[in-house]
């Protein structure tokens, strides 16, 4: 949200956009830094802290509290300028923004050297009174002129010399500077606390961490010893030794293929339910089953699968009429239904024939047994039916009303 109307305010621009020297954009952002608290007490407002401005094209457009804005605590300050740019290397200067210029652009009021560079200083015209310079100033951008006495004028005295003193570098005193990328050799210690490090995350290997940077990737890593996990694991091929269902191109599956040991053959007009958990959540394609025996005689539009939530609600089906009397072996029927990892899904088969046919089931438990269903409630029921004398999916399903079934094969991708 904007400023309140009683603050000043100065808008910053690229102008030309910030390029490369053979014209390429340069890619990334600006971060413009105030003061860590500045209030400005007429308005009743509190501000500081960073903006970060993205570069399109190498263009930006920023409006910013203007640095001598009418009633501000502190004063005296400057924002600092950092460009953290992805094809060019990162650089900070420092701006002040007078709120006697309402905008300007960034290369006029930039210093592209520190030391040594030429640039504008924006000055607000009520300072100044209406003086002019001594006519026999001159105006120089080096340091190490020499000085010229100049004429008396309500700006300038007759006795006062201008020029400026060599100027002294921060390598020729032995000192680190306060802007630019320097090297530095030797061990550096802090005795009294840990540096505070800009919040950036490293992008180098040999970049400092910040301590919520480290803490944020290690509160989501389990240690090598001990440790809980929630939510489900999901893997490509397999975990602790078991072949899991990414090996054969599917998301989740009732149990592993190689678990079957006979087949069953489903009752007419009963709905049977066959529960799966994916470890992801994903859109289905298709689901896959097996008939080991085909039926005989399919009642036209009366023989179905489909996808249940758990709570009952028919996800998606799909008529299955022809696969019932085709030549035994995998089926792979489409159907979309959106699923969220570590949910419990049933699939869902239904077939009405002559002779209905018989489906992959896992184990060597019988149709009903307990031990396939150990220790659950019939809501709850991994394989179970669901009625008698249905000729479709009923939607919704009513999972109370399950009961012990066989535990049949399906798969989804």
């Not at 600092?80 to 210029?101: C, G």
Request: charged share 10%.
């Amino acid at each position: 949200m904007p400023l309140p109307a009683g603050v000043e305010t100065v808008t910053v621009t690229s102008g030309e956009p910030l390029v490369l020297p053979d014209g390429t954009w340069m890619q990334g952002k600006l971060l413009f830094t105030g003061p860590d608290l500045v209030t400005i007490g007429q308005d009743d407002v509190v501000l500081g802290g960073t903006i970060e401005v993205p570069l399109v094209d190498g263009e930006f457009s920023v409006t910013l509290c203007a640095t001598d804005a009418t009633g501000m605590s502190p004063t005296g300050w400057t924002y600092t300028v950092r460009a953290v740019l992805a094809n060019a290397p990162n650089w900070t200067r420092y701006i002040t923004l007078p709120k006697a210029s309402a905008s300007v652009k960034l290369a006029d009021i930039l210093v592209p050297d520190p030391v040594a560079g030429e640039f504008t200083v924006l000055v607000d015209p009520s300072t100044i009174g209406g003086s002019t310079p001594a006519s026999t100033v001159v105006s120089e951008t080096s340091y190490g002129q020499s000085a010229a006495v100049g004429v008396a004028t309500p700006y300038a005295r007759a006795d006062h010399t201008h020029g400026t003193p060599a100027a002294s570098t921060p390598a020729s005193i032995g000192a680190l500077a306060t802007v630019g990328d320097q090297t530095f050799t030797g061990e550096l210690a802090f005795v009294d606390r840990i540096p505070v490090v800009p919040a950036f995350d490293p992008a180098f290997d040999n970049q400092l961490s910040r301590k919520a940077y480290v803490d944020g990737r290690v509160n989501t890593r389990l240690p090598l010893a001990g440790g809980a996990m929630t939510g489900p694991l999901r893997s490509t091929s397999a975990v602790f030794g078991q072949v899991h269902p990414a090996r054969h191109g599917l998301k989740a599956w009732t149990w592993p293929p190689t678990e079957g040991s006979t087949a069953a053959t489903a009752t007419s007009g009963t709905l049977f339910l066959a529960e799966f958990t994916p470890a992801e959540s994903f859109t289905t394609s298709f689901l896959h089953w097996h008939v080991s025996v085909t039926g005989v005689t399919a009642t036209a539009g009366q023989n179905w699968v489909g996808i249940y939530a758990a709570d009952g609600t028919l996800l998606a089906s799909a008529g299955v009429d022809a696969d019932v009397t085709s030549a035994a072996g995998a089926r792979k029927t489409a159907l979309a239904a959106a699923l969220t990892a570590g949910q419990s899904y049933w699939a869902a088969f239904l077939f009405n024939a002559a002779t209905a046919p018989q489906l992959a089931r896992g184990g060597t438990a019988t149709a009903g047994s307990s031990l396939t269903n150990i220790n659950l409630t019939a809501s709850t029921l991994r394989f179970a039916s669901n009625g008698t004398s249905r000729t479709a999916l009923p939607s919704p399903l009513v999972p109370a009303s399950n009961v012990a079934g066989s535990a049949y094969f399906a798969a989804v991708e």
